[in-house]
């Protein structure tokens, strides 16, 4: 079979979608008009916490141009959530729900009521009308003392309002403790983060041709945003259609539903368009945020740099709602003690509801909040001792059979050794007689400025943890008589920007011998696709590639048995994993993983406490890079935002309201903040199930960066600062609180 | 979204005069438009009736040396500033501070006169321009006359204009003399577009090794832009020193009283930066008078 090489696995091919989005041409959820649509605007809760007593939609209903105004009894079944259905569709009483106390807010992105109008004007008008009566609860805003005892309780089910709770217990701690010649302590705090994707969120619902209750929208699971909207209007599956058009970012924060359900809602109930656009503020304020943490971490080691032991206490803010917190602290969990071999270990972690926003999905999802913790001590525990950080990572990290913290070892494949070795080899250290070390770093002629270099690593799961079901489908259709003449793929897997659609016509056109420009993908649409299971947990190359491989075998196979057009539907089926043992945590945590480290030059302005990132060196094991270019992509997009989070984004939150839901105030990175060098170091040590050896990497980026620059700053300044964001004005305390920069 | 009914661009200013009388304040003056059509955005109310865009006026796009004085139209955009050698040599703290504003989409349509007109306390244009003592030409009530550059503002994004119904035309300051030199820096948070924490400009007049005379200007420090008279009453007759100017700082951090904002910055941070601040642009203004260079820092592409 003809085999057009430069079109496949493992070259730079051009975006299928990239022409589209340069001009403006590719349709978003919120380019999608029709005729005879209607608008909806909502009606978000006006207090914290509160008993909603009643709703007089009279008024608004009254309103010219108001269609339709629903409330919390006009929702079949009034509760949702991505892993537990914990929060009302919409806040009111009279609902069928599940959820004792469905008539509660608990936070300020509640919902009470939407409005649907002939005009957005009219709806926005309305909105405003409805009249609710609130009956205010006692609120708590902080984690720790929501689980304190007679603090206000938001879920009936969980006292102390813990969420979640994991355990860790490996080894003898004690013992360990006794072997320890150096022991370091840290306290380490971690604030929210928005996701600030480009396209706020917006969608269109309305009745298709075969009469589904479709929803166009842009999400990252097609068949979990189709199995929420069906479960809450008590509709069959089949009776509900959900499609993605072009999706502006994600990065988690489209994992849970937005405006999926009402949509479906109101065009099912008035069998119209419905459509909805939510403004920039209106994004920042009513999707879920990253979790803040606090983790206070306790690590011992002997002389010769042996990490001996290893105690952890990780907090995470949930808000009001689970959101996917317990997946997300699970996660943080075994990522608190970092991608190193400690045979002591106590870890205990809780995710806490608060009336705070509800924190969820976000890349990286708990690893960046452990990994801070873990490389913040590790840098320390080096510091103490006398020896360079590298150094005492290599005599720690994990090699092919090691223990991890849950008691089971890492899949094959592990190579956090030879990454922490290339990113330092291609950064600032040299391997002598006695091991990696570095030289001074030069410093300018300004005394105001010091500079400084950092370094950490991290490990990241590749897809979904600790038992969740974890699968995902594909078919792959072959056309011709003689020869293949096309190939058609479908699999729901979401493009939200990070190419996964070219990476998959990739693999199936490696997988079908044929060249990338034969290969069609049917994608995004429940009525066109099985499940893939979602994009997130970095999955997506690696069970899309082993879904389209295994169907495109297949098909093959019909095809040398002369079916035409030779069709297989193949679902594929990762090993499995388990949960954590509740009282030591042990378990097979995940199939496959990622390994990442990263060095940093950083320059910090003592006297103003402005830190500017000027280098940052990472390298990344990606098993394969299927697509190069796209992966160099993902891995500058990582460090960026993670800059962004480690440095400028600083979400205010005061009584659970989100005072800075603009922009112009809550800073991320523009061109004029983003380094002067992002060197990408791409490894390929294969991954023994990945498809053509890949493993997931669109996180691990992401989670050694805010630890490296901590270092860093440290190295420039002496002093640990061990929280984030480090805004100009934390900076400047820390220094002056040292005496460094004062006039 | 509809933000205005008709965009008018007049060719003079009787022109612009009588657009504004023909829609008896319901038309508003647009000189860039890169503040008002955010705010007509963030309203979400009616379209405005009309615009009308001054940027056109021949008379009020130039920059020139006019009868020993420097003259820059209201219509000017801040990348023309930034671009022209007369005010490099003129008014550096002018270039300087044009050259931060915004991203360089911003500095190519918004204009000097727009960021004058806006009255914001802490507007870049507008802190060089109090350190310049220049003057605003405006027509006010059918009457055309020149003010001190002070008066134009009456309190936070209070103009003494009514951009319904008045003009702003140029700005006029005198040439950079003998031992004469300006500076202008700004802490802001670590991005290019966000709007400052604090900007300082400076102008400053040296007789052999002595600070004869100075003008400062720190802003946000109060409801509009302000000089900080303790600190230009201490200043001069003082050496132009290290000692000097840390005694400045110092006095600065003492007399001003920055107030916190949410977003942005605490009182204290403001406070400690006002130190930073003023020892930094004193010593760049200092430097640039002993030596009579006068090289723009800081400017953006």
């Known amino acids: ?743 | 979204m509809k933000l205005w009914h008709h965009y008018h661009t007049p060719s003079s200013i009787d022109e612009a005069l009588a657009l504004l009388d023909h829609y008896g304040g319901q038309a508003r003056v647009i000189a860039g438009g890169t503040d008002l059509l955010v705010d007509l955005r963030a309203e979400e109310g009616e379209p405005f009736p009309a615009l009308v865009d001054i940027t056109a006026i021949p008379e009020l796009t130039i920059i020139e040396t006019r009868n020993n004085q420097i003259i820059i139209g209201a219509g000017v955009t801040h990348n023309q500033i930034v671009r022209s050698p007369l005010l490099a040599a003129n008014a550096t703290c002018l270039v300087e501070s044009c050259g931060v504003v915004g991203g360089p989409q911003v500095r190519n349509v918004g204009t000097l006169g727009g960021n004058v007109a806006h009255a914001l306390p802490a507007g870049d244009g507008t802190t060089s321009l109090v350190a310049l003592d220049a003057e605003a030409e405006i027509i006010l009530n059918g009457e055309r006359r020149w003010v001190p550059i002070l008066e134009m503002y009456q309190g936070p994004g209070q103009s003494l204009i009514n951009s319904t119904h008045d003009l702003l035309l140029r700005f006029r300051f005198a040439p950079s003399g003998k031992g004469e030199a300006t500076a202008f820096k700004r802490i802001m948070r670590p991005q290019g577009v966000a709007l400052p924490i604090l900007g300082c400009a400076v102008w400053l007049r040296l007789d052999g090794a002595t600070i004869v005379e100075s003008r400062v200007c720190i802003a946000p420090a109060g409801p509009t832009p302000l000089r900080v008279g303790e600190v230009e009453a201490f200043l001069n007759g003082q050496p132009a020193s290290e000692r000097t100017i840390h005694q400045t700082a110092e006095l600065g951090q003492k007399v001003l009283h920055p107030r916190t904002s949410k977003y942005r910055a605490t009182a204290d941070y403001r406070r400690e930066m006002i130190g930073v601040l003023l020892r930094r642009t004193l010593t760049l203004a200092v430097q640039r008078a002993q030596t009579g260079a006068a090289v723009p820092e800081g400017v953006g592409m």
């Open chain 1, 1 to 743: 079979m003809a085999k057009d090489k430069t079109f496949t696995v493992g070259h730079t091919v051009k975006r299928i979608d990239a022409v589209g989005k340069v001009t403006g041409e590719a349709v978003y959820p919120g380019d999608v008009s029709m005729e005879g649509q209607l608008w909806m605007k909502l009606r978000f809760s006006d207090r914290v916490h509160a008993r909603v007593v009643a709703i007089d939609t009279t008024q608004a209903a009254a309103l010219p141009g108001v269609v339709a105004v629903f409330t919390a009894k006009d929702v079949p079944n009034n509760e949702y959530g991505l892993t537990m259905l914990d929060q009302p569709v919409l806040c009111g009483p009279g609902s069928n729900s599940i959820i004792p106390g469905a008539d509660v807010v608990r936070c300020y992105m509640d919902c009470v009521a939407v409005v649907v109008a002939e005009t957005e004007a009219a709806a926005a008008e309305a909105v405003q009308l409805v009249d609710v009566t609130y009956e205010d609860l006692p609120a708590v805003f902080d984690a720790e003392a929501a689980m304190a005892e007679g603090a206000p309780r938001l879920h009936a089910d969980h006292p102390n309002n813990v969420l979640c709770h994991y355990r860790i217990r490996k080894g003898d701690l004690a013992a360990g403790w006794t072997q320890a010649d150096v022991v370091v302590e840290g306290e380490y705090y971690t604030g929210y983060q928005e996701h600030a994707y480009l396209q706020p969120e917006a969608g269109i619902g309305y009745i298709d041709d075969a009469g589904r209750v479709t929803v166009i929208v842009a999400g990252q699971w097609v068949h979990e945003d189709q199995e929420q909207i069906y479960h809450a209007l008590g509709l069959p599956a089949d009776q509900v259609r959900v499609i993605y058009p072009a999706i502006g970012g994600a990065f988690g924060g489209r994992e849970d539903m937005s405006v999926q359900i009402v949509l479906a809602l109101a065009a099912w109930k008035l069998r119209r368009p419905v459509k909805i656009q939510w403004s920039r503020e209106e994004s920042i304020l009513y999707h879920h945020k990253r979790h803040p943490v606090r983790i206070r971490a306790k690590w011992g080691a002997t002389r010769d740099g042996r990490v001996v032991a290893a105690e952890a206490i990780v907090i995470g803010d949930a808000g009001a709602y689970n959101y996917t917190t317990n997946k997300v602290m699970g996660n943080a969990n075994l990522m608190a003690t970092g991608p190193y071999e400690i045979p002591n270990i106590h870890v205990d972690t809780y995710g806490v509801y608060t009336n705070n926003i509800p924190c969820g999905a976000f890349r990286g999802f708990g690893g960046p909040q452990g990994a801070f913790a873990a490389e913040g001590q590790m840098n320390k525990l080096a510091e103490a001792l006398g020896i360079d950080p590298v150094e005492i990572r290599m005599r720690n990290a994990l090699q092919e059979g090691s223990l991890l913290s849950v008691g089971t070892p890492l899949p094959p494949g592990v190579s956090i050794p030879q990454v922490i070795e290339a990113c330092a080899r291609e950064s600032f250290w040299k391997k002598g007689d006695i091991g990696w070390s570095r030289p001074q770093h030069p410093q300018p002629d300004n005394p105001a400025l010091r500079r400084g270099v950092g370094f950490a690593a991290a490990f990241k799961n590749v897809g979904f943890s600790f038992g969740a079901p974890e699968q995902s489908w594909a078919t792959v259709e072959l056309y011709g008589q003689t020869e293949i003449e096309e190939v058609v793929v479908r699999h729901a897997g979401a493009e939200v920007g990070q190419g996964t659609h070219t990476v998959m016509i990739q693999m199936a056109a490696e997988a079908a011998g044929v060249p990338f420009a034969k290969v069609r993908l049917i994608g995004q649409d429940t009525a066109e696709t099985l499940n893939s299971g979602s994009v997130s947990a970095s999955r997506m190359t690696f069970m899309a590639g082993n879904a389209i491989k295994g169907a495109a075998e297949q098909a093959l196979e019909k095809w040398r048995n002369e079916e035409r057009p030779a069709v297989a539907t193949y679902q594929y089926r990762p090993p499995a994993t388990t949960p954590y043992d509740p009282e030591t945590g042990k378990s097979e945590p995940n199939f496959a993983y990622g390994y990442v480290a990263e060095a940093v030059e950083v320059e910090v302005d003592i006297e103003t406490g402005h830190i500017r990132l000027a280098r940052v060196i990472c390298a990344d094991d990606v098993g394969q890079a299927v697509n190069p270019q796209l992966v160099q992509g993902q891995i500058e997009g990582a460090v960026v935002q993670a800059q962004g989070y480690a440095i400028m984004e600083n979400l205010i939150s005061q009584e659970g309201r989100i005072l800075n839901p603009y922009l112009s105030t809550y800073l991320i990175p523009t061109i004029l903040d983003v380094p002067d060098e992002v060197k990408s170091v791409i490894l390929e040590y294969a991954d023994p199930i990945g498809p053509w050896g890949a493993r997931g990497m669109g996180e691990m980026p992401f989670l050694p960066l805010s630890p490296a620059i901590v270092a860093a700053v440290h190295d420039a300044t002496g002093i640990w600062m061990d929280f984030i964001p480090l805004t100009p004005e934390r900076v400047v305390a820390a220094l002056r609180e040292h005496g460094l920069g004062v006039i």
